[in-house]
T-cell receptor
Framework: GQNIDQPTEMTATEGAIVQINCTYQ??????LFWYQQHAGEAPTFLSY????GLEEKGRFSSFLSRSKGYSYLLLKELQMKDSASYLC????????????FGTGTRLQVFP | DVKVTQSSRYLVKRTGEKVFLECVQD?????MFWYRQDPGLGLRLIYF???????EKGDIPEGYSVSREKKERFSLILESASTNQTSMYLC????????????FGPGTRLTVT
């Protein structure tokens, strides 16, 4: 079966660092995406990992461990505008470009 | 600037009506996708298309059909709308070949009464 787990909700303070975890059990694996979705808006791409390790992009970083079926998104120097849902999605090893999405983590940043 | 557009932001239909949701992308992408998004369930794939006239069922295709007659346009059809199809519908497109991000449209919030 296909299963992607993320915490449902998280809260953090402006200026802090927060880590959003994602674990997956899928029949195959061919890459992991993170998307950001503000309330009432479309998801937008944040990062893509296919090899183990850390990918850094400004205030956001994403980590992948394929052997552990685990990824995290790290957000530094949190700003109020980072309040959003963060979606983890896995690309299966079925030679298509379909993604399997987790249910998302709603992050609230407080002043 | 890349763009995926959807025909309506909000739509209200009656049970039993035939409903058409249209999606257009201007990026010459091979892949197009239809998802529905419900609280607590996340994004679920209804159908996707990897080329003109080609389609594959996603995880929840029951009650839906699709059409892709031109590369830039992907239509989702609800043959006979039911109240359990009240949802947010999101269209997306991507290049093919793996590792390419999906670009999403703004979504259509459909209410079936």
């Amino acid at each position: 079966g296909q299963n992607i787990d993320q915490p449902t909700e998280m809260t953090a303070t402006e200026g802090a660092i927060v880590q959003i975890n994602c674990t997956y059990q899928t029949s195959g694996f061919n890459g992991l995406f993170w998307y950001q979705q503000h309330a009432g808006e479309a998801p937008t791409f944040l990062s893509y990992n296919v090899l183990d390790g850390l990918e850094e992009k400004g205030r956001f970083s994403s980590f992948l461990s394929r052997s552990k079926g685990y990824s995290y998104l790290l957000l530094k120097e949190l700003q109020m505008k980072d309040s959003a849902s963060y979606l983890c999605a896995v690309r299966d090893l079925d030679n298509t470009d379909k993604l399997i999405f987790g249910t998302g983590t709603r992050l609230q940043v407080f002043p | 600037d890349v763009k995926v557009t959807q025909s309506s932001r909000y739509l209200v239909k009656r049970t039993g009506e035939k409903v058409f949701l249209e999606c257009v992308q201007d990026m010459d992408h091979e892949n197009m996708f239809w998802y529905r998004q419900d609280p607590g369930l996340g994004l679920r794939l209804i159908y996707f298309s990897y080329d003109v006239k080609m389609k594959e069922k996603g995880d929840i295709p029951e009650g839906y059909s699709v059409s892709r007659e031109k590369k830039e346009r992907f239509s989702l059809i609800l043959e006979s709308a039911s109240t359990n199809q009240t949802s947010m519908y999101l269209c997306a497109s991507s290049m093919s070949g793996g590792g390419y991000e999906q670009y999403f449209g703004p979504g259509t919030r459909l209410t079936v009464t």
